[in-house]
């Protein structure tokens, strides 16, 4: 049985897209980096952790024939990673960052069974158009940014604010599903 650590509706369509059967499971971890971890390695640590959270949710029997999938996007601009924004506010600042600029999404998945553990992470990269206050603004109050790591959403009317991608849509939307695929096929499951 698989189940998908994720509170996400993004995530659950995304692995829908896949064609298999999956239950979900409520986590809720901390996402904070540690002082000097680089952002790669955030990403993974805190799908890892997402996963872990998950598995232990489950009863000794049920995680016998468990599969748990978990996954974390982060936006990265240079050495600062912007996560989902506290606020109005927050969501403004980082808006003004990525303006004009180019940055990293760093999307990782876990998936974890009673035997072994294995990860893959998607990094694409995205280019901002140049943004006045007023665009960000009105961005902002579309409500758009809150809940989405570097407050916006390609699948959403944060597409208008895109230049370019190179990458994976599915990475930047929060689960990359060609690696997805391939670590569940390395599970056994055939998608
Ligand atoms: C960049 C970007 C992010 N996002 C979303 C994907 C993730 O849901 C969110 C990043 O936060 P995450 O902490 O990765 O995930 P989450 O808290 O939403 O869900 P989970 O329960 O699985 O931890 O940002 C978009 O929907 N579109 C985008 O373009």
């Not at 996963?51 to 936006?75: C, I, K, M, P």
């Not at 506290?86 to 969501?91: E, F, G, Q, R, V």
């Not at 990525?98 to 553990?117: F, I, N, P, Q």
């Not at 916006?152 to 944060?158: D, M, P, R, V």
Request: contains cysteine; negative net charge; glycine residues 8%.
């Amino acid at each position: 049985m698989l189940y998908l650590a994720s509170q996400s509706p993004r995530r659950r369509e995304l692995l829908g897209q896949l064609g298999v059967s999956f239950s979900i499971l409520d986590v809720n971890v901390v996402e904070v980096p540690f002082p000097e971890e680089l952002p790669v390695d955030y990403v993974q640590r805190v799908a890892r952790d997402k996963a872990q959270a998950g598995w232990e949710s489950l009863n000794r029997e049920t995680q016998a024939h468990a599969l748990v999938l978990a996954s974390d996007t982060e936006v990265v601009l240079g050495d600062r990673i912007f996560g989902k924004p506290k606020d109005a506010d927050d969501a403004v600042q980082m808006l003004q960052a990525l303006s004009g600029r180019t940055h990293d999404v760093m999307s990782a998945v876990c998936v974890m069974s009673a035997k072994r553990e294995h990860g893959d992470v998607c990094i694409s990269r995205v280019r901002f158009a140049e943004l006045d206050e007023a665009d960000i603004a009105a961005y902002v109050a579309t409500g758009e940014p809150f809940g989405k790591a570097g407050a916006y959403a390609i699948q959403g009317k944060g597409a208008t604010l895109i230049q370019y991608l190179e990458g994976s849509y599915s990475g930047v939307m929060g689960l990359p599903v060609f690696e997805t695929a391939r670590l569940l096929r390395g599970f056994g499951l055939s998608v």
